[in-house]
T-cell receptor, first 112, second 109 residues
Framework: NAGVTQTPKFRVLKTGQSMTLLCAQD?????MYWYRQDPGMGLRLIHY???????AKGEVPDGYNVSRLKKQNFLLGLESAAPSQTSVYFC???????????FGQGTRLTVV | ELKVEQNPLFLSMQEGKNYTIYCNYS?????LYWYRQDPGKSLESLFV?????AVKQEGRLMASLDTKARLSTLHITAAVHDLSATYFC?????????FGAGTRLTVKP
């Protein structure tokens, strides 16, 4: 039972490079989220989606873009990476009625 | 804008002692969650509180929600070393979910 799977688990980027983080869930959840976790700041919401084809901005959306072309996948893109985007990124999904969110294992991104 | 504040941020306690972690939030919501995170790991759901007065218990942990006071508590009874972790509360606002900064709990023998 896979749950929420993030790809990749680790990545090092040079400033200005681009990349896409993939989140896949197999629980048929409508809601999906991307968070970043930095020391002492908890998790901050970047973008979220309430269903296939929809996305919305969270607390800290600048520098990121997302897409939800398929219900099971939620992609997070960095067009031009900056050192300030060094963080651990978590994807989560939830069934709105049940509300409990399930998290992926995280992606540790370092921008040098 | 929704703000979620936890206190304390750091908690060191001895085994066998009781303590409470507090989670305050700034806007109306009737959905609150507690998660646990072990170092280097992902988040694990502990409790889902969906109404005013909700109380849930699992082992040595008990969570409650007072939506009128905009306050949730996570009470630890007779702490054991295995409870050492970071605990987060999260509040549901419209369609998104906002987290507190987390409480790093260390339980010492």
């Amino acid at each position: 039972n896979a749950g929420v799977t993030q790809t990749p688990k680790f990545r090092v980027l040079k400033t200005g490079q681009s990349m896409t983080l993939l989140c896949a869930q197999d629980m048929n959840h409508e809601y999906m989220y991307w968070y970043r976790q930095d020391p002492g700041m908890g998790l901050r919401l970047i973008h979220y989606s309430v269903g296939e084809g929809t996305t919305a901005k969270g607390e800290v959306p600048d520098g990121y873009n997302v897409s939800r072309l398929k219900k099971q996948n939620f992609l997070l893109g960095l067009e031009s990476a900056a050192p300030s985007q060094t963080s651990v990124y978590f994807c989560a999904s939830s069934d709105r009625d049940n509300a409990e969110a399930f998290f992926g294992q995280g992606t540790r991104l370092t921008v040098v | 804008e929704l703000k979620v504040e936890q206190n304390p941020l750091f908690l060191s306690m001895q085994e066998g002692k009781n303590y409470t972690i507090y989670c305050n939030y700034s806007t109306t919501s009737d959905r609150l969650y507690w998660y646990r995170q072990d170092p280097g790991k992902s988040l694990e759901s502990l409790f889902v509180l969906l109404s005013n007065g909700a109380v849930k218990q699992e082992g040595r942990l008990m969570a409650s929600l007072d939506t009128k006071a905009r306050l949730s508590t996570l009470h630890i009874t007779a702490a054991v070393h295995d409870l050492s972790a970071t605990y987060f509360c999260a509040v549901d606002m419209d369609d998104d979910m906002r987290f507190g900064a987390g409480t790093r709990l260390t339980v010492k023998p």
